[in-house]
Nanobody, 120 residues
Framework: VQLQASGGGLVQAGGSLRLSCAAS????????MGWYRQAPGKQRELVAS???????NYAYSVKGRFTISRDNAKNTVYLEMNSLKPEDTAVYYCNAYLRTFPGTRPRDYWGQGTQVTVSS
């Protein structure tokens, strides 16, 4: 299983970016997909996650600014980031909690990370 993330970059405060992450390989079903981030000197934290049924969960710091969505047919998750702030600067990691074969226990898979830098 591979998770390929894209869409990071450099943007000014108040700007927008859209991250994408596609899961590929031996996948039976994906329970949830999400985005985490890790800033220098800080622990990795959940940004947003979305279950297969569409229910989403957001970190308090991004509520109202970020929107997570998912295309189940493409095994792809998106993160629309608006009104970006310098404190959003971090490496963003894609996550999928999935089963590779029916009936097996799901586990976490991670993408390679994409840098998001917001200048003030």
């Amino acid at each position: 299983v591979q998770l390929q993330a894209s869409g990071g970059g450099l943007v000014q405060a108040g700007g927008s970016l859209r991250l994408s992450c596609a899961a590929s390989g031996s996948i039976a079903n994906i329970d949830a997909m999400g985005w985490y981030r890790q800033a220098p000197g800080k622990q990795r934290e959940l940004v947003a996650s979305i279950r297969s049924g569409g229910s989403a969960n957001y970190a308090y710091s991004v509520k109202g600014r970020f929107t997570i969505s998912r295309d189940n047919a493409k095994n792809t998750v998106y993160l629309e980031m608006n009104s970006l702030k310098p404190e959003d600067t971090a490496v963003y990691y894609c996550n999928a909690y999935l089963r590779t074969f029916p009936g097996t226990r799901p586990r976490d898979y991670w993408g390679q990370g994409t840098q998001v830098t917001v200048s003030s």
